[in-house]
């Protein structure tokens, strides 16, 4: 496998079931991050993982949980959800120097709420 | 506050035209960095270029090519000769560094080029 994985690739779910997103970088690089693209708004940056460390929650509501047990590997833990949340949920990951990093992005998980 | 306004939201072409996508970003920082992503249908972000706020030289990679003008505050993206597979959305992005976060990057609101046969 190259570059960010994540699965499933598309999840349906009701509003009270639990459920995980994975993503997977193999490109070496130590920030992951996940955004929220919807169908009417710009993508958004919901959390960011440094070194495995959460630097940024960006007022996620807390039924998203974010969990990174190393620097390839970001889950993000989904409970309680509403019909709203479904989205396009989009990890990405980047190689953080004191200057720029470029994030490259995984496919993508398709989420439906019902 | 950061933004970055692609002000077309749909352009369409026959193939073999070419297409310009505008984009017109707002920063206070004097260092930044500004992105080009194209998301085909399939939805993976793939990255384009990178350019940052002192190089203000054109770049050209094959078919695209991208004209950077600070006084202006554009970063304009080219793509020559159409083809079908260009149909996809364009997103521009502006990053912002922070120390503890790394660079945030603010996106516009996307593109969608349709190249028709």
């Known amino acids: 496998e190259t570059g960010v994985t994540q699965t499933p690739r598309h999840l349906v779910m009701g509003m009270t079931n639990k459920k995980s997103l994975k993503c997977e970088q193999h490109?070496?690089?130590?920030?992951m991050y996940w955004y929220k693209q919807s169908a009417k708004k710009p993508l958004e940056l919901m959390f960011v993982?440094?070194?495995?460390?959460?630097?940024e929650n960006n007022s996620v509501p807390s039924r998203f949980s974010p969990e990174c047990p190393n620097s390839s590997h970001l889950f993000l833990h989904l409970h309680t959800l509403q019909p709203e949340d479904s989205a396009l949920y989009l990890c990405?990951?980047?190689?953080?120097?004191?200057?720029?990093?470029?994030?490259?992005f995984g496919p993508g998980t398709r989420l439906t709420v019902l | 506050a950061q933004k970055v306004t692609q002000a077309q939201t749909e352009i369409s072409v026959v193939e073999k035209e070419d297409v310009t996508l505008d984009c017109v970003y707002e920063?206070?920082?004097?260092?930044?960095?500004l992105f080009w992503y194209k998301q085909p249908p399939s939805g993976e972000l793939v990255f384009l270029i990178r350019?940052?706020?002192?190089?203000?030289q054109n770049e050209i990679s094959g078919r695209y090519s991208w004209n950077f003008q600070k006084s202006t505050s554009s970063f304009n993206f080219t793509i020559t000769a159409s083809q079908v597979v260009d149909s996809a959305v364009y997103f521009c992005?502006?990053?912002?560094?922070?120390?503890?976060?790394?660079?945030?990057?603010?996106f516009g609101g996307g593109t969608r080029v349709l190249v028709k046969p």
């Open positions: 990405a990951s980047s190689l953080r120097d004191e200057n720029t990093d470029t994030q490259y």
């Open positions: 490109l070496g690089h130590n920030a």
């Open positions: 993982y440094n070194f495995k460390e959460q630097t």
């Open positions: 920063t206070r920082d004097t260092t930044y960095y």
């Open positions: 350019r940052n706020s002192f190089d203000e």
């Open positions: 992005a502006l990053s912002e560094y922070i120390k503890a976060a790394g660079n945030k990057l603010t």
